[in-house]
């Protein structure tokens, strides 16, 4: 019922920078929240960045200051802007949002995009 499509993601060198894209679309009545996960090989699927329909950002705390997350409503679009990428950074990065559809206006539910990988590496 909503589909997220991304964009961005690949190989960069550290210190380099990337900028994400995920664009929502379907039968969308309301979309609150988006924002970025991501899964290293072994690990805990993690929080990275958070936005609310009112802009409200939250961070992981060893990304703030690096990376920057937006959004365009009009495009129902959500942005993450990757600088200064370190090793650590190595990961798939997942979209998300949490949205209402037009079948089921008043349902809060969790949709994800696809994942893209992004690496880090000399």
């Known amino acids: 019922q909503v589909q997220l499509v991304e964009s961005g993601g690949g190989l960069v060198q550290p210190g380099g920078s990337l900028r994400r894209s995920c664009a929502a679309s379907?039968?969308?009545?309301?979309?609150?929240?988006m924002g970025w996960y991501r899964q290293a090989p072994g690990k805990q699927r993690e929080l990275v960045a958070t936005i609310t329909s009112g802009g409200t950002t939250n961070y992981l705390h060893s990304v703030m200051g690096r990376f920057t997350i937006s959004r365009d409503n009009a495009k129902n679009t959500v942005y993450l802007q990757m600088s200064n990428l370190k090793p650590e950074d190595t990961a798939v990065y997942y979209c998300?949002?949490?949205?209402?559809?037009?079948?089921?206006?008043?349902?809060?539910?969790?949709?994800w995009g696809q994942g893209t990988q992004v690496t880090v590496s000399s």
């Open positions: 998300q949002t949490t949205a209402t559809t037009l079948r089921t206006p008043l349902a809060l539910i969790d949709y």
């Open positions: 379907g039968s969308i009545f309301t979309i609150t929240t």
